[in-house]
């Protein structure tokens, strides 16, 4: 480690002013950032020292994104083999889910960095860390056959449109990852969407098994199931769903791996369990309330199989907590959380069209989160000019 200290320090002199490289003053302030601390800090004035700074925050939340990445690569092999009747050997399985699912982390991280390092660049501004987590997020919120140059497409416009025209990094009003998915469906719903893209090799109908099934949970709803079956039409139960052994994007099958992401993240206090629990609360509620009005096999799902379905969970975890589109203020976290659990639940039961309720839900209460902090906020002022008054008094 003290040799590649050495070494950048020996290269550095020519990215700062005078420098030949001076242009590229972004890019290798970038790295060096990520191979060591920063050796910045505060000369004058008050200030806050913590031990947590942004690098640190979305290493953690990369941490805490590895069960559900491990576990996706597991069930991507998984649901393969069971789509073409192949023997289910453990390491064959991890096998045909690396060579899946890393070609969509490089592609995001390529693609992502190069724009957000271009814009750096021309801004003369430091590259931030925010996509560290963002190209993370993207690859496990998609199937693990989608095309590799959608995936580009959907990534660029997520880093351009979704976040680089607002300023950048704590600029932008909605969540970058889901703003890449969003696109994806509206743009290339043939691969968002049905019973073929949720399984690998069914697009092509590489040795697929006559007879075999791909959909989803959810889309198993929306069609008016009263059961759910995996691709073989065998029962699949409440635990199967907590596991995570069924089809659906790449990382957001398995509860059990969320929760220990969860668990990490408010062990460290990265993530908000404000917004985590009045999101679960939302969606038990909505779930309740279909129940005992149910009119439709949709309707009856039982509430806590709402919460295993679908990227609920995952939403819930990663994306309702990005602490930039979310709300701010701790009344207002409660608030937004509970709109985004219940409307989750009820875009995907009422709406046979959209049935992964939770994007939608989270991009809706991405736009309206400024508009909940400013009424909290103004309702504080109110309260306590109404307390000035009557001490004055």
Known sequence: MKFIRNTVDKIKPNFEKGGKFYFLHSTFDAFETFLFVPDK????????????D??????????????????????????????TGQEQLFWSMIGYGLIKVLPLIVVVYIVGLGIEFAFAQFRK????????????????????????????????FAVIIGKEVFGGTGMNILNPALTARAFLFFAYPSWMSGGRVWTSGMMSGEGIIDGYSGETLLSQAASGATH?????????????????????????TSVIAILIGALILLLTGVGSWRIMLSVLLGGISMGLLLNAFAVNPAMAVPWYQHLMMGGFA?????????????????????FYGFMIGLLAILIRVLNPAYPEG????????????????????????????????????
């Open 41 to 52: 800090v505060t000369k004058k004035g008050a200030h806050i020292r913590d031990a947590m």
């Open 125 to 156: 501004h430091e590259v931030n860390e925010g996509f560290l987590v963002t190209g993370m997020l993207i690859p496990l919120i998609v199937p693990a056959d989608i095309p590799l140059w959608t995936l580009a497409l959907a990534t660029a």
């Open 358 to 393: 939770m994007m939608l839900a989270i991009l809706l209460m991405n736009v309206f989160a400024p508009l909940i902090d400013h009424l909290v906020v103004q309702a504080n002022v109110k309260k306590r000019l109404k307390r000035a008054v009557k001490i004055n008094e």
């Open 314 to 334: 995952f939403g819930l975890v990663f994306m309702a907590t990005d602490p930039v589109t979310a709300a701010q203020t701790n009344r207002g976290k409660y």
């Open 228 to 252: 759910f079956v995996n691709g073989l039409g065998e029962k699949i139960t409440s635990f199967d769903m907590f596991l995570g052994n069924i089809p659906g994007s790449v990382g957001e």
């Open 54 to 83: 942004m690098k640190r925050n979305m290493i953690i939340v990369v941490l805490a994104l590895m069960p559900a990445l491990f576990f996706g690569i597991y069930n991507t092999g998984l649901q393969h083999f069971m789509a």
